[in-house]
Structures are given as structure tokens and as C-alpha cells.
Nanobody, 112 residues
């Protein structure tokens, strides 16, 4: 039984930073790729960043150079460091494991 719990969302001003965390339980964490997706109201969910079991990373073009995904297998946690945030980053951010398991999301609002 896999559970993914996101935290770290909130309100931040443009240009600010947030770090999201996703704590996983119920499965052998280190074996699986992890990802962060986001969905703005009325929009499709999109992949933001992904990190494989071998620490290979991929990013959406819109966040390259601003966001960094990382994982700590000992803590069974994946992180998304978000810098230089813009209002276009406003969305609910969802943690994903192996493209089949999902967290409930954490809301990020970028506004002045």
C-alpha cells in the first residue's frame, strides 16, 4: 500500500522560493522513479520534473534552471526546490511514484 504525502506549499511572492517535500511509504522507494506534476485550475496536469532510481533528472522546459528535483532514499523522500517563482508556477503540485501512484497535492500560489 503506497502512500505519498506532499508538504511545503504555500503563498510566495514572485521571485521567491519554496521547497516541496514528498514522503513515501509502503514500497521499496529506491527502486522507483519519482516525479512532480502540477495542475493549475482548468488546466491539464503536466510533468514538472522527474528523477530516476539512478538519479537521472528531467525537467519541463518551463522550469529548467529554476527548479531542482532530488531524492533522499534513506528518508524515502523526494524534494522539489523551486526558485525564481513566477505567477505562472501557481498550481497544485503532486508527487508521483513510477507514474502510477499519486499524492493528494500541495498548493503553491505565487502572487504579489
Amino acid at each position: 500500500q503506497v502512500q505519498l504525502v506532499e508538504s511545503g506549499g504555500g503563498l510566495v511572492q514572485p521571485g521567491g522560493s519554496l521547497r516541496l517535500s514528498c514522503a513515501a511509504s509502503g514500497i521499496m522507494f529506491s527502486v522507483f522513479a519519482m516525479g512532480w506534476y502540477r495542475q493549475a485550475p482548468g488546466k491539464q496536469r503536466e510533468l514538472v520534473a522527474r528523477i530516476s532510481s539512478t538519479y537521472t533528472t528531467n525537467y519541463a522546459d518551463s522550469v529548467k534552471g529554476r527548479f531542482t528535483i532530488s531524492r533522499d532514499n534513506a528518508k524515502r523522500t523526494v524534494y522539489l526546490q523551486m526558485d525564481s517563482l513566477t505567477p505562472e508556477d501557481t498550481a497544485s503540485y503532486y508527487c508521483n511514484m513510477a507514474e502510477i501512484y499519486w499524492g493528494k497535492g500541495t498548493l503553491v500560489t505565487v502572487s504579489s
